[in-house]
């Protein structure tokens, strides 16, 4: 079975700076991956996603993740966070031929922004 | 309005009572889910539903039950409550199959059992 750590639960960056949020997965083949975040009180909005192809994928609101293979990785970017950026971030994670066996989602990473 | 509506957004209840969430979509969407958040757990799915006559357990589906009444709704129910149920509950839709497809979330029912 597949499953995805994020191993940062909370981090906090100044208003301005870069960002990166790690994902790993585990998983045989290549997977699908998300990025999803969470507003305060809001549902879940898809930021992007990766099924193949270039390994860097561009997202709505100024984020970027790459997918690197030889480190089973997804880390989100994105070059100078916004205050509005404050928000929790999920890693997920879907196998393509898997029978629609819906995805498996990180624990989360809490961004705060600091001004 | 939202495209997907939870009722209520939050509850407070007793231990042993019976509670339905429910889940409304106005986006046409075959598949719906129920997941369940709490602090450092991330999102766990408790059941899922690719249309009105399909059914599947999710990763934690002890406790709770479903129905799907139409293709609009997909109702959650605790038959007897317990303080470790106390959660965010999110109510998502898809248009396509896992993983293609894309979730898209409810607000979110926050149900506290005391």
């Known amino acids: 079975a597949q499953s995805v750590t994020q191993p940062d639960i909370h981090i906090t960056v100044s208003e301005g700076a870069s960002l990166e949020l790690r994902c790993n997965y585990s998983?045989?083949?290549?997977?699908?991956l998300f990025w999803y975040v969470q507003s305060p009180g809001q549902g879940l909005q898809l930021l992007l996603k990766?099924?193949?192809?270039?390994?860097l994928v561009q997202g709505i609101k100024g984020f970027e993740a790459e997918f690197k293979r030889s480190q089973s990785s997804f880390n989100l970017r994105k070059p100078s966070v916004h205050w509005s950026d404050a928000a929790e971030y999920f890693c997920?994670?879907?196998?393509?031929?898997?029978?629609?066996?819906?995805?498996?989602f990180g624990k989360g990473t809490r961004l705060s922004v600091i001004a | 309005d939202a495209d997907v509506t939870q009722t209520p957004r939050n509850r407070i209840t007793k231990t042993g009572k019976r509670i339905m969430l429910e889940c409304s979509q106005t986006k046409g969407h075959d598949r719906m889910y129920w997941y369940r958040q709490d602090p450092g757990l991330g999102l766990r799915l408790i059941y899922y539903?690719?249309?009105?006559?399909?059914?599947n357990k999710g990763e934690i589906s002890d406790g709770y039950s479903v129905s799907r009444q139409a293709q609009a709704k997909f109702s959650l129910s605790l038959e007897s409550a317990i303080p470790n149920q106390t959660a965010l509950y999110f109510c998502?839709?898809?248009?396509?199959?896992?993983?293609?497809?894309?979730?898209?979330f409810g607000e979110g029912s926050r149900l506290t059992v005391l």
């Open positions: 997920a994670v879907g196998r393509p031929n898997s029978g629609n066996t819906p995805l498996v």
């Open positions: 998502a839709t898809s248009d396509l199959a896992p993983p293609t497809g894309e979730l898209f």
């Open positions: 990766y099924f193949s192809g270039d390994t």
């Open positions: 539903s690719f249309d009105v006559k399909d059914i």
């Open positions: 998983y045989g083949a290549t997977p699908y």
